[in-house]
């Protein structure tokens, strides 16, 4: 049976269910936007919690508004039929000019957001790393230190970072959402995007511009050091390859050596020169594989190595027909290179 009762139990029951899937929303996770953790990404979230408290008067306003009225002048049992307003000039300029000045308030920290966040940037001793968006993976060159990586990118705490943002083929978007906003890559252009950033941490991005088969897949780190945890990363990167002093590790530098990787990939120090894959010169020192598709562990490496379009489908890392002894050999090679 229906009652009022019921009904005002099933209306409760509906809100509190509304409440708790709510508070699955508040999570810290890794591509936040929501806990800022550099300058630039802080302009933003001011920006954003401006327009969501205007968003949420206009709401409270509104909202309150109908409730009024629908209480207030609902139809009872006997009421004549209400004369009706047509062509009311003060209320027709009221709700026009009201969405204006609404919009005039947000447009007016919004413009002011964008100007600052779209200049060079301030500092004339930021720190400018090259940033280039290749199918589906990403190069970062340090022109200042002479280092090449990929997918993973250092930067010291508390010192501006000027990127240079380009693409090596189809349109791309770098995003680490706790560091700085979202910029395009566009072939034939390049696009600068600068942040300081103020906690040391990983920091987790992603392309946020399909870019092809993989674009879900394409995605990077940001790691901030203390400035001297930095330095000794600069340093360790700037150097060549290291000869791998284990037996396994020297004959997985064999299998390197004799198979296609030469080709696509480069290890400074030896004779791999390739340029179209990732730059392995310290892959062992990368906390991931296959632009954050899996966590670099040896298992995982071997996993790569035997299936990489299982792991990550439409790569173009082509498929080495390779025996378990020479993954492992492999294996223990790359994890040498730090």
């Excluded at 004369?83 to 009221?94: D, I, N, S, W």
């Excluded at 395009?184 to 990983?202: H, Y």
Aim: contains cysteine; charged residues 20%.
């Amino acid at each position: 049976m229906d009652t009022p009762l019921r009904r005002r139990a099933i209306a409760a029951l509906v809100l509190l269910l509304g409440v708790l899937i709510s508070q699955g929303c508040g999570g810290e996770y890794p591509q936040s936007a929501l806990h800022p953790s550099s300058d630039s990404a802080e302009i933003l979230d001011r920006l954003f919690d401006q327009i969501f408290w205007w968003a949420v008067g206009v709401f409270v306003v509104v909202a309150g508004m109908l409730i009024y009225v629908f209480v207030r002048f609902r139809e009872r049992p006997g009421d004549a039929r209400p004369k009706q307003v047509h062509g009311h000039l003060l209320l027709e300029v009221g709700w026009t000019l009201a969405p204006a000045l609404i919009l005039v308030a947000i447009a007016i920290p919004t413009i002011r957001a964008i100007f600052i966040i779209d200049r060079s940037t301030p500092d004339p001793e930021a720190l400018v790393v090259e940033v280039i968006g290749k199918q589906w993976w990403w190069e970062f060159r340090y022109p200042e230190l002479g280092i090449v990586t990929a997918n993973e990118a250092h930067v010291p705490l508390g010192r501006t970072v000027d990127l240079r943002l380009r693409s090596a083929d189809v349109m791309h978007s770098f995003w680490i959402p706790r560091l700085a906003g979202k910029r395009d890559l566009v072939p034939g252009i390049e696009n600068q995007l600068w942040f300081r950033p103020d906690s040391v941490g990983v920091f987790h991005g992603q392309c946020a511009e399909f870019c092809g088969t993989a674009h879900a897949l394409m995605g990077m780190r940001v790691i901030v050091d203390e400035p001297d945890d930095f330095e000794r990363w600069a340093r360790a990167n700037a150097a060549p390859a290291l000869t791998p002093g284990d037996a396994e590790a020297r004959a997985g530098q064999g299998v390197f050596m004799a198979n296609a990787c030469v080709s696509c990939h480069a290890v400074r120090g030896t004779q791999a020169m390739g340029q179209f894959g990732p730059d392995l010169t310290h892959f062992g020192s990368r906390l991931t594989i296959a632009s954050g598709v899996l966590e670099n562990t040896p298992a995982d490496l071997a996993r790569w190595l035997d299936s990489t379009q299982h792991v990550k489908p439409g790569n173009l890392m082509p498929e080495v027909e390779l025996s378990d002894a020479q993954v492992r050999q492999l294996v223990a090679y790359l994890g040498s290179l730090r």
